[in-house]
């Protein structure tokens, strides 16, 4: 168990509809990361947060949004949703986002949009 | 900009057999690497790291890593695969964002197969 949490686990909705995904970093983690990964485009970084502020930014779609809240969890918003955005979505944690720490990997939000 | 390449998609191998997986990267200034498992319906795991220091890095479950800068190489290596080896393998590079931040980069993965 890698103590990052992901909810929900799996997801099912329709195009056009809006869904939010989930993450609780491991206790005492300030860094999140948001991937997304499918079998075309590999594992594709989309966002990090430090500390509630946006650190760096992949290749997130502009229909695509995230925050780091206080409580340090962070929420994943897909909206206008496609057939393409179908993709397992990680959340990873890390201590302060230092190039040396490694990642924690949530076990991710399986999304199918039909 | 930072890249990875694993120019193998799968790599098959006999149980018991050395066994081998390859990354290149691309990177400014000094590479942080990386390499993780991911098993079926799981999230990526941690094995090992190279930051400096001895070129031959070693992690978890027997694997083990050599970094060559000249062939700007990270192979992932384990002298004797099992069966249970059998997953998905991303090699990873860590640098700086333009901000100065973080930001890793992950290759497209190796499927390793190892045949009993």
């Known amino acids: 168990d890698s103590g990052v949490t992901q909810t929900p686990k799996h997801l099912i909705t329709a195009t056009g509809q809006r869904v939010t995904l989930r993450c609780s970093p491991r206790s005492g983690d300030l860094s999140v990361y948001w991937y997304q990964q499918s079998l075309d485009q590999g594992l594709q970084f989309l966002i990090q947060y430090y500390n509630g502020e946006e650190r760096a930014k992949g290749n997130i779609l502009e229909r695509f949004s995230a925050q780091q809240f206080p409580d340090l969890h962070s929420e994943l918003n897909l909206s206008s949703l496609e057939l393409g955005d179908s993709a397992l979505y990680f959340c990873?944690?890390?201590?302060?986002?230092?190039?040396?720490?490694?990642?924690?990997f949530g076990s991710g939000t399986q999304l199918s949009v039909l | 900009a930072q890249s990875v390449a694993q120019p193998e998609d799968q790599v098959n191998v006999a149980e018991g057999n050395p066994l081998t997986v390859k990354c290149t990267y691309s990177?400014?200034?000094?590479?942080?690497l990386f390499w993780y498992v991911q098993y079926p319906n799981r999230g990526l795991q941690f094995l090992l790291k190279y930051i400096t220091g001895d070129n031959l890095v070693k992690g978890s479950y027997g694997f083990e890593a050599e970094f060559n800068k000249s062939q700007t190489s990270f192979h992932l290596k384990k002298p004797s695969a099992l069966v249970s080896d059998s997953a998905l393998y991303f090699c990873?590079?860590?640098?700086?964002?333009?901000?100065?931040?973080?930001?890793?980069?992950f290759g497209t993965g190796t499927k390793l197969q190892v045949i009993p």
């Open positions: 990873a944690s890390s201590a302060t986002g230092r190039r040396n720490e490694k990642l924690f």
């Open positions: 990873a590079v860590s640098a700086l964002s333009s901000g100065g931040y973080q930001k890793v980069t």
């Open positions: 990177v400014s200034g000094n590479p942080y």
